[in-house]
């Protein structure tokens, strides 16, 4: 037994939770919906707003058929209570009253009222203080207020009076609600009791037939919104699928042209801007290829001179020594070290040549990065000792293997860390290497000048340089970190940088371990534990953006 308890609590327990679930989820799907749809919050604020107004219209409208009905049912009352206390001024006057003729006064009263028994009547005889009077069809004496015979018997002769309130009956019959009048003439006491039943029954028919007229009229607005809203929302769709159709790449996207309204003006200007855009796109298409076209032909056609001259150039740097003139030893080296410049220019030029025409491959193989860091950085040694920096690696004891193009990976390292020392002041070189299951990465850290607001748009463009008139020990060509954020794309990874003035700069290569394969995220962060508040002053630069 108790086991079928629990199984019957955890079948309940599930339930709920499938229920509680279900409806999260069609809460968040409509919210969803109405975040994202124009029409969706139009219709939607249109039904909440409408439906107030109704609202609001309907209580009045009750309000002002109810104070019309009771004020016709009061007036109509009164009139009928004056004609009651002539009556009772005929049948009665001032003399004492009898019981048979205040019954006989008091049925003349009631037969007026007709067959449906439109009120009840109740007199009594003030001069009879332990005498409640005589009523109509078993009705209590209850039934009038006692503060209505209280401002009766303090109010002056021929004064009216009337209230609302509860009718009881003996004899078990339900009690109802109803107005009460009453006046006085003479030493008699003369009340009206009005059974409000029919009243109260158009007061409800009155508001059920506003509420379903203003349920369908809030409908019929929500409709009508709805349909205005589509009319403009249609159009305003398809401009902004024309316009991400067009943002891909589908330079030939334009809209259909309907009418002479504001969405035709709307689609017509769209139609102009994209075929402006197609042909400015194109034109740049085309000089960007002569660019590219004219770069490619002067490198490949500079090779051969320069290889004639870089054979003369050897053969005077082999016997500078030899020259009389000590001037053109000198002449010698300085020939020898601008050669070694042009070629380093000059082979750049070509690798960017091969990236713009889509001709630059991958050839990856398995390799620790921990490995190719310790090689370029017994490179780069020398020039650190020069510099004034040191090198310091954070490396992990486990391999860091990746797929990776051994030559392309040292190329975007020693451009990293001799950027590093050439602006490092001849503080430390901080080079940390980490993987998580899916990448790899390695950050680049340097204490020197670091880098200023706005230069985050160009720190990775063709020849810029962050202060031109700064002097480099190695005569850098302005390519380096251009070409190696083109290699790490090519490898489906990021090159992304971070840096702050007189706060040094920090650059992270981050990389998938397998070739082809999509980065999501990087095991090192890009901004260097320590730095503060400090905020990157360059976006991600991720591969095909």
């Not at 309204?261 to 197609?278: G, I």
């Not at 034109?283 to 002569?290: M, Y």
Request: aromatic share 6%; net charge neutral; proline share 4%.
């Amino acid at each position: 037994m108790k086991a079928d308890l629990r199984r019957a609590k955890r079948f309940v327990r599930r339930g709920l939770g499938a229920a509680r679930r279900s409806v999260a989820g069609a809460v968040g799907a409509a919210y969803l919906r109405w975040r994202r749809s124009i029409q969706v919050r139009v219709v939607t604020s249109t039904l909440f707003i409408s439906a107030i107004v109704v609202a609001i219209l309907g209580a009045f409208l009750m309000q002002q058929v109810s104070s019309a009905l009771m004020d016709g049912k009061v007036k109509a009352a009164r009139l009928q209570l004056d004609d009651g206390l002539a009556q009772v001024q005929r049948d009665l006057g001032n003399s004492a009253g009898d019981g048979s003729r205040l019954n006989s006064t008091i049925d003349r009263l009631k037969s007026r009222s007709g067959p449906s028994g439109l009120y009840e009547v109740y007199i009594r005889d003030t001069n009879e203080q332990y005498f409640d009077g005589y009523t109509t069809n078993e009705l209590r004496p209850e039934s009038v207020p006692k503060r209505l015979r209280e401002e009766l018997k303090t109010a002056p002769a021929g004064s009216r009076a009337y209230t609302y309130g509860r009718l009881s009956y003996l004899g078990g019959a339900p009690d109802e609600r109803g107005l009460i009048v009453g006046g006085r003439t003479g030493q008699f006491e003369l009340y009206y009791l009005f059974p409000l039943t029919q009243e109260q029954q158009t007061l409800t028919n009155v508001s059920r037939s506003l509420a379903g007229v203003g349920i369908v009229l809030v409908l019929l607005l929500a409709a009508i919104a709805s349909l205005v809203t589509r009319q403009v929302v249609i159009p305003v769709r398809l401009a902004a699928q024309g316009a991400q159709r067009l943002a891909a790449g589908r330079l030939e996207e334009r809209m259909r042209v309907r009418g002479e309204d504001d969405l035709a003006r709307l689609a017509r200007s769209f139609n102009d801007m994209a075929a402006n855009l197609q042909e400015k796109i194109g034109e740049l298409e085309d000089l960007s290829q002569v660019q590219r076209q004219f770069v490619s032909d002067v490198s490949h056609e500079l090779r051969t001179p320069l290889t004639t001259i870089r054979i003369a150039a050897d053969m005077l740097y082999e016997y500078r020594e030899t020259f009389d003139d000590p001037a053109v030893g000198r002449s010698a080296e300085l020939l020898q070290s601008q050669l070694e410049r042009f070629e380093s220019l000059l082979a750049d030029l070509l690798e960017i040549s091969r990236h713009d025409a889509g001709a630059a491959t991958l050839d990856a193989e398995s390799l620790d990065m921990r490995d190719l860091v310790l090689r370029v950085v017994g490179d780069i040694q020398g020039l650190a000792e020069r510099k004034g920096s040191k090198v310091v690696l954070q490396l992990p004891g486990e391999p860091c293997m990746a797929e990776v193009d051994r030559r392309r990976v040292e190329r975007i390292l020693r451009n990293l860390l001799v950027n590093a020392v050439e602006h490092g002041e001849g503080e430390d070189i901080v080079i940390s290497v980490a993987a998580d299951r899916d990448a790899v990465a390695v950050a680049v850290r340097d204490h020197g000048v670091g880098l200023k607001p706005g230069e985050g748009q160009m720190v990775f463009d063709r020849f810029w340089r962050a202060d031109p008139a700064r002097a480099r020990t190695t005569g850098g060509t302005g390519l380096g970190l251009s070409i190696s954020r083109e290699d790490a794309q090519l490898h489906g990874g990021w090159l992304q940088a971070w840096g702050e003035p007189a706060a040094g700069s920090q650059f992270r290569l981050s990389l998938p371990r397998v070739a082809g394969a999509e980065l999501r995220g990087s095991p090192l962060p890009l901004v260097p534990p320590g730095a503060g508040d400090a905020r990157p002053l360059f976006a991600e630069l991720e591969a095909g953006e």
